[in-house]
């Protein structure tokens, strides 16, 4: 069994009872509204950064109206938890960190606001990190910092000065009248004794002008694909999280994979929904079974899939209330059917991928017995590919598959991130958190109406002590699979 996929690193709490009323205080009527702080906190509140947020801009109005009044006790994650996210009274923070999550999200809004339409506010504002205490200070520089401009100022024009200073006139252009006799003599030597001087500057002016040029273009060249890139990752994550529906992101449920295990016995999604794999039937003589069965109760999962789940938080397109996670145990059919969803993990593992098997071009293979190979079987093989992607003999290297997929209305979208182990799942969210290796297939999959067709990857990486290194796409399918 691989050692980092049994690897229990955290239980997921079930959801907590919102039985306390959401504080919203974003249009009431302070005593301090004339103060700037507090503008400045609503400029922030209904700008582009924070605007479409209301959670957000209440976590950040709730903290500066405290701080204004002087209620430092106030500004804790327990009273921010309650007051702001309707979290119960005493609710234990240590399960449920919605209050830290959001506190990173507004970290980032603020930044992005003071370095776009708040450029020129004369207040900064700052949350450090560690504590939700808002921080004011001055956006006016130092005296300092103002010299030390003026002189880096003065000395551009001291060098502007001189390069004008000795840049010749063409005798086409010149309208003065050549001198004639001794003084005509003077004059050619001068020029004579110059003209080195003058030739080299404008070597020097032609070398720097075409290396300006280059690099001008090289940089807008670069700029064009790093934002066609970017505009093709948009596409797919704006088509991911919405405002109008909820996105569930499911990581692997690791007891489950644990108990599958030592049981030697899959769990087929029916009997994980309706939770009768938990019983003792067919194990009644194994060894600890009641022990065993506990495991499909724990709620496990693994670093890597935390890593995801906290990288794809940081995607601008997420509009965090929106964005549920989820344990797969707690997930419903109709969670599948009305909203978007990410699922993350082997059939093994999470057994929601089950409803999507007939459309994956890819399906997983897991035999129990070492002796046989496991891997992913090419349903539709074309010439010259495997129909079988497997580890066996080659235990350094994993396999993992991205599926783009209609939800099960036909109305949102599902993102399946799985691999034979977590290197390979590790290797598929690589791959697809990564822009540029995403962006041939993003532009090949795009439809004459703009939208995202669904497509499948199959992505390889070296398997290094159950980490992925370097993934690579191996096949790529464009479509859904028709049926046979």
Known sequence: ??????????????????????????????????????????????????????????????????????????????????????????????????????????????????????????????????????????????????????????AQRRDAVSIEFIEPQTPATTESPLPSGPAAAHAALHANARSPRISLWILVSLLIGILLGAGVEFLGHARQIASSEDAASHKLWSQIFTADRDTFIVPSDVGLVIMQRLIQRPVPLSKYVNGSYRTTAGIENAVDAAEILKLGGRRFTNVVDLNFVARLAQLREVVPERMKVQYARDMRMEDLRTSNAILIGSEEANPWLELFRPQLYFSFCFDPDPGKPSGFVNLHPRAGENTLYSTAGHEDQTFGIIAFLPNLNNDGHVVIVAGLNTAGTEAAASFLLNSSLMAPTLQRARASNGELQPFELLIKAENVATNASAPSLVLERIGIPQAQ
């Open 1 to 154: 069994m691989n050692s980092k996929s049994a690897l229990p690193v955290l239980e997921l709490p079930p959801k907590a009872a919102r039985i306390a009323p959401r504080l919203s205080i974003a249009g009431v009527n302070h005593q301090h509204s004339e103060d700037p702080r507090w503008q400045l906190a609503q400029r922030i509140a209904a700008s582009e950064s924070i605007g479409r947020s209301k959670l957000l801009a209440d976590f950040l109005l709730y903290i500066v109206d405290r701080h204004i009044r002087d209620l430092a006790d106030e500004i804790t994650e327990q009273q921010i938890g309650v007051l702001v996210f309707g979290r119960a009274e005493g609710y234990d923070s240590n399960e449920d960190n919605i209050v830290r999550s959001y506190a990173r999200n507004l970290r980032k809004r603020i930044d992005e606001y003071f370095a776009t339409e708040g450029c020129s506010e004369p207040l900064l504002l700052q949350i450090p990190r560690g504590g939700y205490t808002p921080i004011f200070s001055s956006a006016v520089k130092s005296p300092v910092e103002t010299k030390a401009e003026e002189s880096a100022i003065s």
